[in-house]
């Protein structure tokens, strides 16, 4: 049976404020990665201590907002914002994109390991560790907004997006949910239980979440201003492209000391 979209992308709105759940879902992820990270602190898991993981959460915060703008920005709609600037620093209006996030989030780590003279490694293990389930949720709060809907579908499993148009398409933000959210947390937390060098839980996050969101793009409808950008491949696709290629190699860097080691 095919479903209309009609859920509110508001939790309240009382004569003029109002909360969406696009914004209360970051909110939340930030919580819920601390919550899990600390987690992971107090069973020995991590190489950081209390107050350096404080640290990397406050910076990683804002390395995150003004990655994820920054890189949506310059990315995905440069005509746009070139011709009006102020709408930039309106993150409220929407426009995030995640590889612009996982951008201003390594760079955060980088100048706090630098800060602290420790490995970057040492903090981008704590956040493939603790990030996938604000993936998961975060993908959510884009259903519930009606944004960032899939491709037209035959399927009964369709769901109208009156923005989009009158024909069912693809709910990709809960495909996107499942192997982004879902799957890769499942993934971490089983490799992070085997002896690793540091390093290899980041670049098996960041291989993982490529492949998936690659996939996903198949059924994802590319952004209107871009369409597909090369070769019939969303900018999504390019982006999880040099994400697979870069996983691929770290992971080859970082996997190799195991295998000599036990040679």
């Known amino acids: 049976m095919i479903w209309t979209h009609t859920i509110s992308p508001y939790i309240f709105d009382i004569h003029g404020v ?18 899990l990270a600390q987690f992971w602190l107090k069973k020995g898991q991590l190489r950081i201590n209390e107050d350096q993981l404080f640290q990397m959460f406050t910076y990683g915060w804002l390395g995150l907002l003004i990655g994820a703008r920054l890189f949506y ?7 746009y914002y070139f011709e009006n600037p102020g709408s930039i620093v309106r993150f409220w209006e929407g426009g995030m994109s ?23 490694y040492d903090f981008t293990d704590v956040l493939a560790l603790s990030t996938a389930p604000a993936l998961f949720f975060g993908r959510i709060g884009n259903f519930i907004n009606g944004e960032l809907w899939g491709r037209p ?55 993982a979440y490529g492949l998936g969101r690659f996939l996903v ?27 697979i290629a870069s996983g691929s190699f770290g992971l080859f860097k970082t996997y190799k000391p195991i295998k000599e080691a036990r040679s």
């Not at 879902?25 to 990665?33: E, Q």
């Not at 920005?73 to 005509?79: G, K, N, Q, R």
């Not at 590889?99 to 970057?120: D, M, N, Q, V, Y």
């Not at 990709?172 to 499942?186: D, H, K, M, R, V």
Request: glycine share 8%; proline share 5%; charged share 15%.
């Open 18 to 35: 109002a909360l969406s759940w696009y914004w209360f879902f970051y909110l939340f992820d930030f919580f819920l990665c601390f919550w």
């Open 98 to 120: 995640f590889h612009g996030a996982l951008i201003g989030l390594i760079i955060s780590c980088w100048l706090l390991a630098r800060k602290e003279k420790k490995h970057l």
């Open 153 to 207: 579908t035959s399927g009964s499993w369709g769901v109208i997006f009156p923005q989009a148009g009158p024909e069912p398409r693809h709910p990709s933000q809960l495909y996107e949910a499942g192997l982004e959210g879902l799957t890769i947390f499942i993934l971490v937390v089983v490799l992070s239980k085997k002896k690793n060098q540091p390093g290899f839980l980041s670049w098996s996050f960041v291989l």
């Open 217 to 243: 793009e198949f059924f994802r409808e590319p952004d209107r201003q871009l369409g597909e950008v090369l070769l019939h491949l969303s900018m999504g696709q390019w982006l999880c492209l040099a994400m």
């Open 73 to 79: 920005v310059i990315a995905y709609y440069p005509s």
